[in-house]
């Protein structure tokens, strides 16, 4: 048994130097996910990222170089490329009268920063980014690490998880941030027109362990740019942080007309998310997310359905100097009624039409390794 | 993403040095092995002084979640909070780069906290 320095030591220990501005890193994703319908095509239906099945995964490998403002007029820059299954389905589907990819968005879903910012003196300081930046609206990140769970929710694979345009955020004061951005769609590699949409968010600490957020999306995201046919999108979250256990609800709703439907039918899709970890003791968590999706119209899962699912998640962590080491054991059970809904199974019903089920379970082993400098 | 590290001398005993009681011309009481983990359980018992029992890594861990989400002039709800032997591993995202430096000092200044590694990222 040690004797340590009470708090009054604590405080005597030395202020810290002025930190390297620039700082630099690297992050490895990989995994294996057990699929129980064992599906010839290896995927994961409706699933954006973790997209593969039943086969070694390297889902994600980034590098970065960042610098962030520190104080009035002082600029930063943030340039990142990332590879790995997790990057397909950055590219859009090329569709009629809505999405298609830009050119060279192939090659562009391995960008993800590219951005510069100044932090004007005003006020508190009100940053400025313009590029490729971060999305502005998930609780999840795009990047496992992040997360609680290693496979992402629905709602934040159908979300923006990276913006294309400018951005501003202003602290009003301790408890309260609001930001404001114009983008160039919903999809920043998606080119359905020439017109800006807009993005505003709201930050606030209602009380010290409480919080609340809403993020909006309003702009068109089709070729035909009549404002009846802009697309609306809310996120709201409430956050709550305990001392061993965080508990996050996530609800999204959107909806937009639809040009190339017969009767331009008001299209509409909604979901919500249960974000849950329990720090267990050293570097043990236990992270729990029950979740559902209904994708009405089929306007982003390209299926009209109703999904829900529960992921489990057991994480382990070390650090090792500037390395962070991460495994995760996760059991996610996923249900998908309605239309078209459903996972992919073994065998064909035809030759070319892979069979489908109602459900799917699947066991994850992860493996996350990052490097900061 | 940024990180800074801050390390303090490993704190060897902060306990001020006992003085003697024995009267002189006394006989000498010597202090066995017995003697020492009777004060110790002493200290560890009644938090005695500035001097305390080591804090595991989960008290560390709590003390320091509890002082950054109950600030009050910095909202640091998004900070996640790891220690290893007793080294705090600060992540996550905050509105202000004066808010990770906060976020910083409020970790150094829990007890127990032998080093700080900052990689709390402003967010754009």
């Known amino acids: ?373 | 993403m940024v990180q800074t590290v801050d390390r303090m001398d490993k704190p060897t005993s902060a306990c001020p040095p006992v003085k003697s009681t024995q009267r002189e011309g006394a006989p000498m009481i010597t202090a066995g092995p017995w003697t020492a983990l009777i004060v110790l359980i002493a200290f560890a018992i009644t938090g005695n002084g500035a001097c305390r029992v080591r804090k595991t890594d989960d008290e560390l861990g709590r003390a320091v979640k509890q002082a950054l989400y109950d600030e009050p002039a910095a909202n640091l709800l998004q900070v996640d909070v790891t220690v290893e032997s007793g080294t705090v591993y600060l992540s996550g995202e905050v509105d202000l780069y004066a808010f990770k430096e906060r976020a910083g000092q409020l970790a150094r200044g829990v007890g127990g906290v032998t080093a700080v590694v900052n990689k709390v990222q402003v967010q754009p």
């Open chain 1, 1 to 373: 048994m040690a004797l340590c320095a009470g708090p009054a030591a604590a405080e005597s220990m030395p202020e810290k130097t002025e930190p390297n501005p620039w700082q630099y890193g690297a992050l490895l994703d990989v995994s294996y996910g057990l699929n129980f319908n064992f599906p010839e095509n290896h995927q994961f239906r409706s699933k954006q990222t973790t997209p593969r099945t039943n086969e070694f995964s390297p889902n994600m490998a980034l590098g970065y170089v960042h610098k962030e403002p520190h104080r009035a007029r002082d600029w930063g820059v943030e340039l990142a490329g990332q590879a790995g299954y997790d990057t397909d389905a950055l590219v859009p589907r090329e569709q009629e009268a809505r999405d298609r990819p830009v050119p060279g968005a192939d090659l562009l879903r391995h960008l993800a920063r590219a951005n510069v910012s100044y932090l004007a003196p005003i006020g508190s300081g009100l940053l400025l980014t313009a590029g490729l930046m971060k999305g502005y609206i998930n609780f999840e990140s795009f990047y496992a690490k992040q997360n609680f769970n290693y496979s992402r929710s629905y709602l934040t694979d159908y979300s923006p998880n990276f913006v294309f345009g400018v951005g501003s955020r202003y602290a009003i004061n301790h408890n309260v941030d609001v930001g404001f951005h114009v983008m160039n769609g919903f999809q920043h590699l998606a080119h359905a027109n020439d017109l800006p949409s807009y993005g505003a968010e709201l930050d606030w600490r209602v009380t010290k362990r409480l919080a609340v957020a809403q993020n909006l999306y309003y702009g068109p995201d089709q070729a035909d740019t009549s404002l009846r046919y802009w697309r609306f999108f809310s996120d709201t979250q409430v956050q709550w942080r305990g001392d061993e256990v965080t508990i996050v609800l996530a609800y999204d709703i959107g909806t937009e007309r639809a040009v190339d439907q017969p009767d331009q039918a008001r299209t509409f899709w909604t979901g919500a998310a249960l974000f849950t970890r329990w720090d267990l003791s050293g570097p043990w968590s236990l992270a729990v997310r029950p979740e559902w999706f209904w994708d009405r119209n089929g306007r982003l899962t390209e299926f009209e359905q109703l999904l829900w699912a529960v992921t489990t998640t057991l994480e382990y962590h070390r650090h090792v100097g500037p390395q962070l080491w991460l495994t995760r054991l996760e059991y996610r059970y996923d249900h998908s009624t309605g239309q078209d809904g459903g996972f992919f199974r073994d065998g064909d019903i035809a030759p070319g039409v892979p069979r489908l089920a109602s459900s799917q379970h699947l066991l994850l082993l992860s493996l996350i390794w990052a490097f900061d400098s």
